[in-house]
């Protein structure tokens, strides 16, 4: 079953600033002496990135009834969000979501939440894999933008690469 998606009718969350959380991927253990013992116990991290909406009142309504339908919180979503990369489709779900907001200008919500990204929508990590990193160093940030899977592409079948 495919994940729903963010609503058309609502605005890209905004970064509230320029951090995010990183979640554990090790797990450190000591075994009774002053050396700890570390092992890899996921292969891909999470991370938590602060962000806010500015909704009207009737995309105030949308994202209201967005919630109760598929419980963002829970499950798992694709949702827009801007993590160095500019803006694409996440593996996410909603944390930490104030609905309680608070009313700016006249007319507008300001709703913070904190997102949870777990992959990319075609459902690979959402870090650079080894090939993408050497690409985005050997011809520029311009391909960590965009449609990087289809510049990727290019780049391994040797197509449309940068004189």
């Given at each position: 079953?495919?994940?729903?998606?963010?609503?058309?009718?609502?605005?890209?969350?905004?970064?509230?600033?320029?951090?995010?959380?990183?979640?554990?991927?090790?797990?450190?253990?000591?075994?009774?002496g002053p050396?700890?013992?570390?092992?890899?116990?996921?292969?891909?991290?999470?991370?938590?990135?602060p962000c806010?909406?500015?909704?009207?009142?009737?995309?105030?309504?949308?994202?209201?009834?967005?919630?109760?339908l598929y419980?963002?919180?829970?499950?798992?979503?694709?949702?827009?969000?801007?993590?160095?990369?500019?803006?694409?489709?996440?593996?996410?779900?909603?944390?930490?979501?104030?609905?309680?907001?608070?009313?700016?200008?006249?007319?507008?919500?300001?709703?913070?939440?904190?997102?949870?990204?777990?992959?990319?929508?075609?459902?690979?990590?959402?870090?650079?894999?080894?090939?993408?990193?050497?690409?985005?160093?050997?011809?520029?940030?311009?391909?960590?933008?965009?449609?990087?899977?289809?510049?990727?592409?290019?780049?391994?079948?040797?197509?449309?690469?940068?004189?």
């Amino acid at each position: 079953m495919p994940l729903p998606t963010w609503p058309s009718q609502l605005p890209c969350p905004l970064r509230a600033n320029y951090a995010w959380t990183p979640s554990a991927q090790h797990e450190r253990t000591a075994f009774g002496g002053p050396v700890e013992d570390s092992s890899r116990v996921f292969s891909s991290s999470r991370i938590t990135v602060p962000c806010n909406l500015v909704l009207d009142r009737d995309q105030l309504s949308v994202l209201q009834a967005w919630i109760v339908l598929y419980d963002p919180s829970v499950n798992w979503s694709l949702i827009p969000a801007d993590i160095g990369r500019g803006v694409q489709q996440y593996e996410a779900r909603l944390i930490a979501i104030d609905i309680p907001r608070s009313l700016i200008g006249a007319s507008h919500w300001s709703i913070p939440l904190d997102i949870e990204i777990r992959a990319r929508d075609d459902g690979s990590d959402w870090q650079y894999t080894k090939e993408e990193a050497e690409m985005v160093i050997e011809f520029g940030g311009e391909y960590a933008y965009g449609d990087f899977g289809q510049a990727f592409e290019n780049f391994i079948n040797g197509d449309n690469l940068p004189e």
